[in-house]
């Protein structure tokens, strides 16, 4: 069974730190690039942050530059994403994603984590 896990969501100041995890299973990890997606109430599901399956380039909405950092650790099928300098527009579900470029392409999605900014 495919599962993508996060975890790491919760209640955090303005200013404040977190960081989410996603455990994988159910599929071959180190074949595909990891990305964190996020939700806020009334806005559309937008890229926090990318990284390959060799870890050679990662990505970054501009919101989060210089913020959040994401990495993978292969021999463990998680990747992280380090949320630092929170703002309460960061407020959302974060959601775990997994994608294979292949025909046809591969895409997984966890279930989300909810975190909440705000003093």
């Known amino acids: 069974q495919v599962q993508l896990v996060e975890s790491g969501g919760g209640l955090v100041q303005p200013g404040g730190s977190l960081r989410l995890s996603c455990a994988a299973s159910?599929?071959?990890?180190?074949?595909?690039?990891m990305s964190w997606y996020r939700q806020a109430p009334g806005k559309e599901r937008e890229l926090v942050a990318m990284?390959?399956?060799?870890?050679?380039?990662?990505n970054y909405a501009d919101s989060v530059k210089g913020r959040f950092t994401i990495s993978r650790d292969d021999a463990k099928n998680t990747v992280l994403l380090q949320m630092n300098s929170l703002k309460p527009d960061d407020t959302a579900v974060y959601y775990c994603?997994?994608?294979?470029?292949?025909?046809?392409?591969?895409?997984?999605w966890g279930q989300g984590t909810q975190v909440t900014v705000s003093s």
């Open positions: 994603n997994a994608y294979w470029l292949t025909v046809p392409s591969r895409i997984y």
């Open positions: 990284i390959t399956q060799d870890s050679s380039r990662t």
């Open positions: 159910g599929f071959t990890f180190s074949r595909y690039a």
